[in-house]
Each structure stands twice: as C-alpha cells, then as structure tokens.
C-alpha cells in the first residue's frame, strides 16, 4: 500500500499539476498560433511573394515509379514549421515579459505598502523604551 500511497502524494504535488496544467494550455496554445500562422500569416506571405503556397513547395527527387511511390522533399512545410516556431517563441517571450513586468509592479507595490504600514508592537514598544532611557540620562 505504500507504493500507491507514494504515487498518490507525488501526482498530487502542486508542480505535477502546474505542469499537467501547462501541458493541455500549451497544446492548445500550439493549434491557436499553427491555425493563426497556417490559415492566416502563410496565405498573405504567399501573396506577396506571388501566390505561393508553401504547404506545396517541394523537390521532387525520384518520379513515381510501378513499384515505388516518389520521393519528394517538402522544403515548403519545414518553412511552414520554422515560421510556426518563431511566432510561438515570440508569444511566449511577449507573456513572460508582460508576467515579469506584473510581478515587479506587485513586488513594488507590497514594498510600499510596506514602508508605509504602520509600525509593529514590538517596534513601538522598543522607541518607547529608548525615549524613556533618553529622558533618564537627561
């Protein structure tokens, strides 16, 4: 019973979860910028460059045969991933820097509160002694 004790306690650890988590976002994340790059970045870049799809942009190296299939070298689909990859590394590096920006707007803002909270007993009781021994030596 301990093993599945063991596996209970590490499945239901805060980083198993944020993780598990972070998985099923970033997938979907991943479909949202592959359709936005696919559907809607690729077809005005293939425009521009005159109507060009680059889903088909291949090599053909070997033709079809009787007895074998052609050999092909989509070089177009490896531009397709390269571009899918850098807007996702850009969104990513645009979220963690509007998260870092937040969090050190939130850590300045405790420090502040901080610096103007009032003093602890424990402080308020140690200026009423120094006061009192300063009016002692007087």
């Known amino acids: 019973m301990s093993f599945l004790k063991e596996f209970k306690d590490f499945a239901m650890k805060g980083n198993v979860l944020d993780m598990a988590i972070g ?16 559907d809607v970045i690729m077809p005005l870049v293939g425009m521009v460059v005159g109507n060009v ?19 092909v070298l989509g070089y177009g689909a490896f531009i397709q991933t390269i571009v899918d990859f850098t807007i996702i590394a850009f969104a990513i590096f ?4 509007l998260i870092n920006n937040l969090k050190r707007s939130i850590i300045k803002e405790e420090k502040a509160e901080e610096a103007q909270a009032e003093p602890s007993d424990e402080v308020k009781l140690l200026t009423e002694i ?7 030596k007087k």
Not at 23 to 38: D, E, H, N, P, R
Not at 53 to 64: P, R
Not at 130 to 136: I, S
């Open 53 to 71: 799809d680059f889903k088909d942009l291949a090599i053909t190296l070997q033709e079809k045969t009787e007895t074998a299939e052609a050999v």
């Open 94 to 97: 645009i979220s963690m820097k």
């Open 130 to 136: 120094r006061d009192l021994l300063k009016e002692q």
């Open 23 to 38: 998985v099923v976002i970033g997938t979907a994340f991943g479909k949202i910028v592959s359709s936005l790059v696919s």
